[in-house]
């Protein structure tokens, strides 16, 4: 199973982003998506996640700016990020806690390759 994220780039404050994220491979279920970032020199934070159900939750740093929103047929999940700042200036990793086909008795978590997402003043 791999997590291919994409999205990200160079933008200016006040701008918008949108990421994705998309799981493929052998998946039995996905429960739960998130959306991490790392800022150079600092530790990685949870940004938001959502269930299957679609319960979801956000860091305080991102209330009312972003969405996370996901697509469970297409095993994708998203991230639109509104009135940006250079303290969003990060790389953005998606993660999944999921099941594969050939062991579904076994849940884990996947990790994406990360995009970057820089923030101009």
């Known amino acids: 199973v791999q997590l291919q994220a994409s999205g990200g780039g160079l933008v200016q404050a006040g701008e918008s982003l949108r990421l994705s994220c998309a799981a493929s491979?052998?998946?039995?279920?996905?429960?739960?998506m998130r959306w991490y970032r790392q800022a150079q020199g600092k530790q990685r934070d949870l940004v938001a996640g959502?269930?299957?159900?679609?319960?979801?939750n956000y860091a305080d740093f991102v209330k009312g700016r972003f969405t996370i929103s996901r697509d469970n047929a297409k095993n994708t999940v998203y991230l639109q990020m509104n009135t940006l700042r250079p303290e969003d200036t990060a790389v953005y990793y998606c993660?999944?806690?999921?099941?594969?086909?050939?062991?579904?008795?076994?849940?884990?978590?996947?990790w994406g390759q990360g995009t970057q997402v820089t923030v101009s003043s």
């Open positions: 993660a999944a806690s999921l099941r594969a086909v050939c062991f579904p008795g076994l849940t884990y978590s996947s």
């Open positions: 959502i269930n299957f159900s679609g319960t979801i």
């Open positions: 491979g052998s998946i039995f279920s996905i429960s739960n």
